[in-house]
């Protein structure tokens, strides 16, 4: 079972268009045909090879591979549970190589709470982030002090060179939107021409673009597909697949509209909860995953935490160009030079959406 948190997203969207004549006007016309909110909900993937749902929204962040790591290694790969679990097998076929982020970005810790592991979470969250862990009072409730903790922290930050400007608020799926970007009448654009990168260009529904940032080493991405993939591995790779060493950026016939997008999101695996390690007997007790992000003119912001702990008890009770970006619509990001992302993100409906002025 999956627990929301207060979840708010702002989907992404972005516009580039060949007509000096583009105008926010456009923006209300391209996404008026967005059905209204029937609100089909989020779903939170610990693993990237998954279907993605019609209608819902997806997310997925490499922290609880990386948790899911840490135990494998402690334990024995592949770590094999007691009774058949598929997410346990895509998980044990997908370890996340840690050179495929910012390691000044990633903390990972492990350790028995009678240890003073959780102490150890609070502070480093609290270091990193300038606030404690939103884990911690769930892995110690009703925990042992012989429970051993697998956890793992990715916290990036990344700023636009140039803030981008704000656009009129404009209604998506019956809610109203705000919006950031740039539109062709507008003065004084170049340098944030600069920072829109046209990997790909199909149409209006079909491109892949960048948004620079300050940090070369890393990309964001956001595209929109003909078709939606059939799973989020594969929306990855056809993403990724459309990069360009050196792509064109914006021109001044070129309007960019992105919505502000808020993720507080809060989840745990129960599939795996209370399942035993054949290796050592001992019982995987809670699985835990949150992801909080946030785009908006400045730039982008993901925190996200994992944490698994296994107990020695006997039982463990489970806590239960015209380019517009409208749903569905795809964010990634990545290290430049890594052949896998460290979060993916599918928007297939407008639940997410913030509210505008």
């Known amino acids: 079972m999956k627990t929301s948190r207060l979840l708010v997203l702002t989907l992404i969207s972005i516009t580039a268009l060949t007509s000096v004549n583009w105008s926010p006007d456009d923006i209300q016309q391209e996404v008026a045909a967005q059905p209204a909110d029937k609100h089909h909900g989020t779903d939170v993937s610990a693993v990237l090879d998954v279907p993605l749902p019609q209608d819902r929204n997806l997310l997925w962040c490499a922290t609880f591979q990386m948790a899911w790591d840490g135990a494998a290694k402690q334990f024995g790969r592949p770590l094999t549970l007691s009774a058949p679990c598929p997410l346990a097998d895509r998980l044990n076929a997908a370890p996340f190589d840690r050179r495929w982020v910012d390691e000044a970005a990633v903390f990972t810790t492990e350790g028995a709470i009678g240890g003073g592991v959780l102490d150890q979470i609070t502070q480093e969250a609290k270091r990193r982030t300038g606030r ?8 110690a409730k009703g925990a042992d002090p012989t429970d051993l903790v697998f956890y793992a922290l990715l916290n990036k930050e990344l700023k636009f060179p140039q803030p981008f400007g704000k656009l009129p608020a404009t209604r998506v799926g019956g809610r109203r939107v705000s919006w950031f970007g740039f539109t062709p009448e507008q003065r004084d654009t170049a340098p944030l021409l600069k920072q829109l990168r046209v990997h790909h260009y199909g149409g209006k529904r079909d491109f892949v673009i960048e948004l ?45 509209a992105v919505p502000h997008l808020v993720i507080d999101q809060a989840t745990r695996f129960s599939e795996l909860e209370g399942l035993r390690v054949k290796a050592n007997g001992l019982i995987l007790f809670k699985a835990l995953q949150t992801i909080d992000f946030k785009l908006d003119e400045a730039g982008v912001k993901l925190r996200s935490e994992a944490a698994l702990s296994f107990s020695c008890a006997a039982q463990a009770q489970v806590i239960p160009r015209l380019i517009i970006v409208r749903p569905p619509f795809a964010v990634i990001m990545k290290r430049t030079d890594a052949p896998q992302p460290y979060f993916v993100g599918w928007f297939a409906n407008a639940d997410l959406l913030q509210p505008g002025p």
């Open 212 to 256: 620079e940032t300050s940090d070369a080493g890393e990309q964001l991405l956001l595209a929109r597909l003909p078709e939606p993939p059939k799973t989020a591995a594969e929306l990855s790779r056809t993403v990724i697949g459309h990069c360009q060493a050196a792509p064109p950026t914006g021109t001044g016939s070129d309007l960019l």
């Open 132 to 139: 404690g862990s939103e884990l911690v009072a769930d892995l």
